[in-house]
């Protein structure tokens, strides 16, 4: 077995799957806490960044901005106000793809 495959049956096993089972995962009576649960900061210099890129690298009409695992949404909704107050949002569509059924609810 690769290790994705492990990773994936550990993490998304929708009997057995650690983020398939269990109710509370991040801060208090969670297993971790991450950046964005810290401070807003993270996710407001990511939004600044994105915005610099997208100036300096693509003229497109149309951007998808993606998150792939975006857990309770803190980090986007982070973003996303910072990219609002940079008037970035106009042309941008904005995804978050959760493997976990107990964090989409959220």
């Not at 986007?76 to 106009?90: G, H, T, V």
Request: proline share 4%; hydrophobic share 40%; glycine share 8%.
């Amino acid at each position: 077995m690769s290790i994705a495959r492990f990773m994936s049956l550990s993490l998304s096993h929708p009997k057995y799957g650690y983020y398939s089972t269990k109710k509370t995962i991040f801060n208090k009576g969670g297993d971790f806490t991450t950046s964005p649960e810290i401070t807003q900061m993270f996710g407001e210099i990511i939004g600044v960044w994105i915005c610099l890129a997208m100036q300096k690298y693509t003229k497109l009409r149309h951007t998808n901005l993606v998150e792939i695992g975006p857990g309770r949404g803190v980090m986007m909704a982070d973003i996303i106000r910072s990219l609002s107050q940079l008037k970035m949002l106009s042309n941008m569509t904005i995804r978050m793809i959760e493997s976990s059924p107990n964090l989409r609810k959220v």
